[in-house]
DNA sequence: CTCACCTTTCCTGTTT
DNA sequence: AAAACAGGAAAGGTGA
């Protein structure tokens, strides 16, 4: 198959009627639900993503809203097996959209077609769709053949109004490890030293989110020494690929989360 | 429209 | 040899 346009957004209701309309949607955050809705959303993604009822220990879901929502994507996957990771990813959407709905995959006769980072993916692309998301995507797209399914972008990628600098979309990678594998990790978490692993991958995500597809880590880069002077870095001598946060960078440490 | 700020682009040269 | 690093210079984009 090809990658599919993406439908028009006013497409999205009818295409995903009770997802959007009903009330989990806008009002009702999954970190104040009651066990009842906690139950009644799963219910709702069991006949959403067609998954074998019998296949989820309900009782393993006998939780609340708060509790189901610091629950990480491998307790999903010791909760509910396989559809774990389907879950927790729904379930990271209505955390983080407050009813700003993201596109979901489209698929028509058989194939699975993903939405990653604002791109349609099919089994064609799926390479660099991997290298974006975790690796939960892989297993999904093998394992699930959903007719909807809803991978969250990076958080980098939200359309939120936080900071568009380049310090912060790198920092917001870091940030999210289990959204954003292999791209960038920390060499030392408390210092702020980090490396880039997969420098022209990001240097590409920067463009996407700059919308200017010539991005580069050759022009990435000198956009992060000119942050030597301003000391929102720190220079690192020797070590290739390797930044650190300086004392104007905001945010990135542990304490501060 | 102007200005400041933050890059982006391009470049030459150096280092690893 | 290829990829990174260093910065100067100048242009671009955006929001106030």
Same mark, same amino acid.
């Given at each position: 198959?090809?990658?599919?346009?993406?439908?028009?957004?006013?497409?999205?209701?009818?295409?995903?009627?009770?997802?959007?309309?009903?009330?989990?949607?806008?009002?009702?955050?999954?970190?104040?639900?009651?066990?009842?809705?906690?139950?009644?959303?799963?219910?709702?993604?069991?006949?959403?993503?067609?998954?074998?009822?019998?296949?989820?220990?309900?009782?393993?879901?006998?939780?609340?809203?708060?509790?189901?929502?610091?629950?990480?994507?491998?307790?999903? !996957? %010791?909760?509910?097996?396989?559809?774990?990771? $389907?879950?927790?990813?729904? &379930? =990271?959407?209505?955390?983080? @959209? /407050?009813?700003?709905?993201?596109?979901?995959?489209?698929?028509?006769?058989?194939?699975?077609?993903?939405?990653?980072?604002?791109?349609?993916?099919?089994?064609?692309?799926?390479?660099?769709?991997?290298?974006?998301?975790?690796?939960?995507?892989?297993?999904?797209?093998?394992?699930?053949?959903?007719?909807?399914?809803?991978?969250?972008?990076?958080?980098?990628?939200?359309?939120? !109004? %936080?900071?568009?600098?380049?310090?912060?979309? $790198?920092?917001?990678?870091? &940030? =999210?490890?289990?959204?954003? @594998? /292999?791209?960038?990790?920390?060499?030392?978490?408390?210092?702020?030293?980090?490396?880039?692993?997969?420098?022209?991958?990001?240097?590409?995500?920067?463009?996407?989110?700059?919308?200017?597809?010539?991005?580069?880590?050759?022009?990435?880069?000198?956009?992060?020494?000119?942050?030597?002077?301003?000391?929102?870095?720190?220079?690192?001598?020797?070590?290739?690929?390797?930044?650190?946060?300086?004392?104007?960078?905001?945010?990135?440490?542990?304490?501060?989360?």
């Amino acid at each position: 198959g090809t990658c599919l346009s993406p439908p028009a957004l006013d497409h999205v209701s009818t295409v995903m009627p009770g997802y959007t309309s009903r009330m989990w949607s806008q009002d009702y955050k999954p970190q104040y639900w009651s066990k009842y809705l906690v139950w009644q959303w799963l219910k709702q993604m069991v006949d959403m993503y067609q998954i074998d009822a019998a296949s989820i220990p309900f009782q393993n879901f006998d939780v609340d809203g708060r509790q189901l929502c610091s629950m990480t994507c491998q307790d999903f !996957t %010791r909760a509910a097996g396989t559809v774990g990771p $389907i879950l927790y990813h729904s &379930l =990271n959407e209505l955390k983080w @959209s /407050g009813g700003n709905k993201h596109l979901s995959g489209n698929e028509k006769g058989g194939g699975v077609c993903l939405m990653i980072n604002e791109t349609w993916c099919d089994d064609n692309n799926i390479q660099e769709l991997k290298s974006f998301c975790s690796p939960d995507i892989e297993f999904l797209t093998i394992k699930c053949r959903p007719r909807w399914f809803y991978c969250p972008p990076p958080m980098c990628f939200s359309s939120d !109004t %936080r900071g568009t600098h380049l310090w912060e979309f $790198i920092r917001d990678i870091l &940030l =999210n490890p289990e959204r954003n @594998s /292999g791209l960038l990790k920390w060499e030392d978490r408390t210092d702020g030293v980090f490396r880039f692993l997969k420098s022209e991958t990001v240097a590409q995500l920067w463009g996407k989110k700059k919308n200017n597809s010539s991005m580069t880590y050759e022009k990435l880069s000198r956009a992060m020494r000119y942050y030597y002077k301003r000391e929102i870095l720190e220079h690192v001598d020797g070590r290739r690929l390797v930044y650190k946060f300086g004392k104007n960078a905001q945010g990135w440490r542990e304490s501060e989360k």
